[in-house]
Antibody, heavy 120, light 107 residues
Framework: EVQLLESGGGLEQPGGSLRLSCEAT????????MTWVRQAPGKGLEWVSGISGSGASIFYADSVKGRFTISRDNSKNTVYLQMSSLRVDDTALYYC?????????????WGQGILVTVSS | DIQMTQSPSSLSASVGDRVTITCRASQDIRNYLAWFQQKPGKIPNLLIYAASTLQSGVPSRFTGSGSGTHFTLTISSLQPEDVATYYCQKYNSAPGTFGQGTKVEIK
């Protein structure tokens, strides 16, 4: 059974940093792209960032480019999202999601989400 | 980047009705389209990928069609458990942009 467990969220001030982690179990991690998708309160889904199974291909939404960094450690079955220069509008539930293939950018499994609140 | 536009933004229909949601891409994405269902307070669930392939375990009343820039999700007979917001997502390349969502309610 696929399980994705996010951690690292919380309350941070504008301009601050947070690092989200997502530990994956139940599938071959190295052959799956991993993505972060966020959902602001009462709003729709927003694709944030994705990393291919090997880690060689990395992409970001324009809204986070230059501020967020995605990475993965295939020896630990974990994907990370380093968030810097946080803004109030980064407040959202952040989902870790497993891609259906190594460079496939739709998710066939989702974590429960981790809340990030940016507020002074 | 390619933009994804869904219509309508919300709809209300009776149990047993046929419901259709439309998703349009601003550029040709061939059949690289997925549909997700998100029930209130729950995580998103994959319904359809490759525009028309039903994900395992999804009821057959859900069908997807289309290619290029115009896609549809149809619920053949709306059930109370289908109350949710539905999202399309393009995945021909990153970013995997989502549509803004369509909220489906029971009349």
């Amino acid at each position: 059974e696929v399980q994705l467990l996010e951690s690292g969220g919380g309350l941070e001030q504008p301009g601050g940093s947070l690092r989200l982690s997502c530990e994956a179990t139940g599938f071959f991690f190295t052959v799956s792209a991993m993505t972060w998708v966020r959902q602001a309160p009462g709003k729709g889904l927003e694709w944030v960032s994705g990393i291919s199974g090997s880690g060689a291909s990395i992409f970001y939404a324009d809204s986070v480019k230059g501020r967020f960094t995605i990475s993965r450690d295939n020896s630990k079955n974990t994907v990370y999202l380093q968030m810097s220069s946080l803004r109030v509008d980064d407040t959202a539930l952040y989902y870790c999601a497993k891609g259906a293939g190594s460079t496939t950018w739709y998710a066939d499994s989702w974590g429960q989400g981790i809340l990030v609140t940016v507020s002074s | 980047d390619i933009q994804m536009t869904q219509s309508p933004s919300s709809l209300s229909a009776s149990v047993g009705d046929r419901v259709t949601i439309t998703c349009r891409a601003s550029q040709d994405i061939r059949n690289y389209l997925a549909w997700f269902q998100q029930k209130p307070g729950k995580i998103p669930n994959l319904l359809i990928y490759a525009a028309s392939t039903l994900q395992s375990g999804v009821p057959s009343r859900f069908t997807g069609s289309g290619s290029g820039t115009h896609f549809t999700l149809t619920i053949s007979s709306l059930q109370p458990e289908d109350v949710a917001t539905y999202y399309c997502q393009k995945y021909n390349s990153a970013p995997g942009t989502f549509g803004q969502g369509t909220k489906v309610e029971i009349k």
